[in-house]
């Protein structure tokens, strides 16, 4: 997640501004601080941020030009006055639903929430749309946008709190399905190897042994094919990137990953081929355990197909 969103914050509700921390490293030129931090903006929309009194250091409006210094504060209005035209609903699969939470199946290429440039047509303003006035769904974690599969959302605030805490506990057991690049040599490998991220990126992640968090992947191999393998990997943990680190970390990246290998994806998709297979644990409400599953979506299958040759 950018450092501009604090990692735990509730993202039921849309942002309306982000607070920067100016480091020693950022210091110079408030606009040119900005295009640097917001990087969805130009620097003629950064500055036009600025004119329009949108953006405050240390609570007072400043000019484009203006300097900030180490330990200044940074307070920018991302609201939007004109709101572009609403999308079309999105097509929500719901895989399990009860008094409590729902569980769907997300396609890859959509956005789970607003963020950064990706304002419309998330999961999370469609299932707004859906409640009517009602009570607001919250989601339970995160995938990425280029990841399918099993996706949690909360009817209440204190089902996402237990959730969240079991979540940070390791005990909601997660399962993936992955194409890796390259023909692994062992069956089965379980990969113990702290991530933290990279100093000079919003996005990037590492395998860190000094600095970083636990991270710990089981990657098992399910068919092995020329040049590359579908493997299932099941994390006891969430990290940022977790499972295309630690693929990477072990020689064989996931096929498509722009970020971690080569990035030329797999037929079907834009970018790696990842998909959130299930999810376990027990349900913080009723105390029984439950398993929700979501099936290989047909790109994958069809990339699996042209695999094999």
């Known amino acids: 997640m950018s450092r501009l969103y604090p990692r735990n914050r509730d993202l039921s509700q849309p942002l309306e ?13 408030l606009d040119l601080f900005l295009v640097r931090r917001l990087e969805w903006r130009s620097r003629a929309g950064v500055q036009a941020l600025i004119e329009e009194g949108r953006v405050l250091v240390n609570g007072e409006s400043r000019k484009p030009s203006s300097r900030v210094r180490a330990g200044d504060t940074v307070t920018v209005d991302v609201r939007r006055e004109n709101t572009p035209p609403a999308p079309p609903p999105l097509h929500l699969r719901v895989l399990y639903e009860d008094d409590h ?3 769907l199946d997300k396609d890859d290429g959509v956005v789970v929430h607003p963020v950064g440039s990706h304002q419309q047509g998330t999961v999370l303003q ?3 749309r859906r409640a009517g006035g009602g009570p607001l769904p919250h989601l339970i974690h995160r995938i990425d946008q280029h990841t399918s599969g099993v996706l949690l959302v909360a009817k209440r605030d204190d089902v996402r709190s ?8 390791g005990e909601v057991a997660k399962t993936y399905d992955a194409l890796l690049l390259g023909c692994p040599a062992w069956e089965e490998r ?4 702290p991530l933290a991220s990279v100093l000079d990126s919003r996005i ?11 991270a710990r992947s089981r990657f098992t191999v399910v068919r092995r094919l020329p040049f590359a393998a579908h493997a299932r990997v099941s994390i006891g ?3 940022t990137h977790q499972i295309r680190v630690h693929a990477a970390h072990l020689g064989h990246p996931l096929l498509g990953d722009h970020l971690y290998g080569d990035g030329i994806p797999p037929p079907g998709f834009d970018r790696f081929a990842l998909h959130a297979r299930s999810v376990r644990f027990l349900h913080p409400v009723t105390g029984a355990e439950t398993v929700i599953e979501a099936p290989l979506p047909a790109p994958f299958d069809a990339a699996l197909a042209f695999l094999a040759g």
Not at 17 to 29: I, K, N, T
Not at 162 to 169: D, F, K, S, T, Y
């Open 204 to 214: 990037l992640n590492r395998v860190d042994r000094e600095r970083g968090k636990p």
């Open 126 to 128: 469609e299932l707004h």
């Open 190 to 193: 379980e990969e113990d190897a």
């Open 237 to 239: 943990t969430g990290r």
């Open 101 to 103: 939470m729902v569980a």
């Open 162 to 169: 237990a959730m969240g805490e079991m979540l940070e506990r």
């Open 17 to 29: 501004s982000v607070e920067l921390r100016v480091q020693a490293a950022d210091e110079g030129r």
